[in-house]
């Protein structure tokens, strides 16, 4: 296919994306435990609407402001910026944030503690930034090799179910290890000054790490779970009229915004180190390699989740039996995002 032919084709899908919205179909399935989707209004209704967003370092805000997508918005945004995937989670339930996009464990922590949101949306981040490091001096070598260590992680977090998965790959339990549950700050000095043995962290801390310590990686999330991402909507705003129709606009800019940084790394990297104030080597790295790309909300993705969400019902981290993850999962919007999604293959 020709350079102008993708792009006249890329431009009818953001046309019949657009014509969508302003119509007001925005399609749920029926197969999941979603509510039934509120009538759409028109975009030019939504001057008085503020949207709120949770956000993670160098997330979604700086990706859609490099992008420049929100240039045009016909409502307004208010970011507020969180440390993890599981905060967000509970702001969302109790109304103070509208939307976040989180690593794939926060919504199975939400959807074991009965939490008022619903997954909208999933993203592919590859799983390559998600590592478990050690200290390059350390005699650990392998994750076999953490039986009866101190194991830094923030509970709840994608890393966690990333350690979780590592250590029932080579036999081993939580109880043959010490799970310190730190944020990525404390974590940080608890492993510098050598209270923790290991670290179980993401990306941009991963990519950070690496440049200002010694360590080595024994481990990546992308070979034994999942590497997703998902976009998590508060029950509240997806009963709403308008900020149903402005999640659903947000969420096809965040799509435009991902396939911008896809096509421009280098502008995209030089636009995050600015936004979360890295060094360009650290973000070219980190973005290189956990970019979040849009993908179908389809049931591999939600099987792969009652996976995790299984594993960590085995491992004693959550009640047991584990969630029906996809009662937690909204398909309302698939139809609208799928003209954009894009393809990691």
């Not at 070598?141 to 350690?163: F, M, N, P, Q, W």
């Not at 549950?181 to 974590?187: S, T, V």
């Amino acid at each position: 296919m020709s350079a102008k032919t993708t792009l006249v084709a890329r431009s009818v899908a953001v046309l019949a994306v657009l014509s969508l919205l302003l119509t007001g179909c925005v399609s749920r399935d029926e197969a999941s435990g979603a509510q039934e989707a509120p009538e759409t209004v028109p975009l030019t209704e939504l001057a008085d609407l503020t949207l709120q967003i949770g956000d993670q370092k160098g997330g979604t805000e700086s990706l859609l402001r490099a992008a420049g997508v929100l240039d045009d918005l016909p409502y307004k945004i208010a970011f507020s910026t969180f440390t993890s995937g599981p905060p967000q989670v509970e702001a969302a339930t109790a109304g103070k944030i509208d939307f976040a996009i989180t690593g794939n464990t926060p919504p199975i922590f939400g959807a074991a503690s009965g939490a008022n949101v619903k997954v909208v949306a999933a993203y592919d981040g590859g799983g390559g930034g998600d590592q478990i490091l050690v200290h390059t001096d350390s005699p650990i070598t392998e994750i076999a090799e953490l039986r009866g260590k101190r194991i830094a992680v923030g509970k709840g977090s994608s890393a966690h179910g990333h350690i979780l998965a590592q250590l029932k790959s080579v036999g081993l339990t939580p109880n043959d290890v010490t799970l310190v549950f730190l944020q990525p700050a404390d974590a940080l000095s608890a492993f510098t000054q050598r209270e923790a043995d290991a670290w179980a962290i993401w990306d941009p801390y991963t990519a950070q790490t690496a440049s200002q310590l010694p360590v080595r990686s024994i481990g990546q999330a992308k070979d034994v779970t999942n590497g997703y991402w998902f976009g998590v909507a508060s029950d509240q705003a997806l009963a709403d009229p308008k900020r149903n129709t402005a999640l659903a606009d947000l969420l096809v800019r965040f799509e435009k915004a991902a396939r911008w940084a896809q096509d421009n790394p280098q502008q995209w990297a030089r636009s995050y180190s600015e936004a979360v104030g890295l060094d360009l080597n650290i973000a070219e790295v980190s973005q290189s390699r956990s970019l979040r790309l849009p993908t179908e909300l389809d049931d591999e993705v939600v099987a792969s989740e009652q996976k995790i969400a299984d594993l960590f019902a085995d491992a004693g981290q959550i009640a047991s039996p584990a969630p029906e993850f996809d009662k937690w999962v909204d398909r309302r919007y698939n139809d609208v995002l799928r003209p954009l999604l894009i393809s990691t293959n």
